[in-house]
């Protein structure tokens, strides 16, 4: 038996969940931007209290948290709130990628709709302008695209619709609807990637001891962090 606390901060929704073997106990999240640094310890704090079992932070046997891409900012917290955990209860870290987190109930079929046998599935998450960070999954879960940080036109992708079916998804698929004007591109409803949807991914990587460095562990940012200054007033 392995209960695992889950954390997921790569856009701009917060969430926890606490997972008993894969199955999630209990879940909190909350769509607020830019209140991961006041809100996540809060969240966690609340799970423990909703979770309906007797067991405190202490007793979890490890901390799975989405490890990136996604908002840089985000991700720095959800981290290092992580690693915080880990390094205070001597408990092993365990990373699942934001785009897998995103893709899972997709794939799944948590929500509902029917792919063909040999449809594909890009999950999108939101960078800057007409730029995504993508990647392609088969119906079995297996990453058939590497994650990348696309710009999107109307050529992207084409090689892939020209074959068969692809769903986008994710905060980032909407600003591409448009662009990707072809019968095999389909768009349909999703959750988000949320710490809920990281139950089932945690505990394959607990039953593989998939485990992170914790002193050394770093989200997988994609892209380097560009901070912009703000321009001076002009009286």
């Not at 409803?189 to 607990?206: H, I, K, V, Y």
Request: with cysteine; aromatic share 10%.
């Amino acid at each position: 038996m392995a209960y695992i606390l889950c954390i997921e901060t790569s856009t701009t929704v917060c969430s926890v969940a606490l997972a008993k073997d894969g199955k999630v106990v209990a879940a909190r999240q909350e769509s607020e931007g830019n209140s991961h640094a006041n809100r996540l310890t809060v969240l966690i704090q609340q799970l423990f209290e909703d979770s309906g079992v007797a067991i405190e932070i202490t007793d979890v046997d490890a901390v799975a948290v989405s490890s990136g891409p996604g908002s840089y900012t985000g991700l720095r917290i959800g981290v290092s709130t992580a690693k915080g955990v880990c390094f205070a209860m001597d408990k092993p870290l365990i990373s699942i990628p934001s785009l897998s987190v995103l893709a899972w109930p997709v794939v799944k079929g948590k929500l509902s709709f029917n792919p063909d046998e040999d449809s594909w599935f890009c999950p999108m998450i939101d960078a800057r302008r007409m730029e995504v960070y993508a990647a392609m999954f088969d119906t079995n879960m297996t990453q058939q695209r590497k994650t990348s940080a696309d710009i999107i036109d109307e050529t992207s992708y084409r090689d892939v619709l020209d074959q068969r079916k692809v769903f986008f998804f994710g905060n980032g698929a909407g600003k591409c609807k448009e662009a990707l004007n072809h019968p095999n591109a389909v768009f349909p409803e999703d959750e988000g990637p949320l710490a809920r949807n990281m139950a089932a991914l945690a505990f394959e990587a607990w039953n593989q001891k998939a485990f992170e460095d914790v002193a050394y562990f770093e989200p997988f940012y994609l892209k380097d962090f560009i901070a912009t200054t703000p321009k001076k007033k002009v009286l």
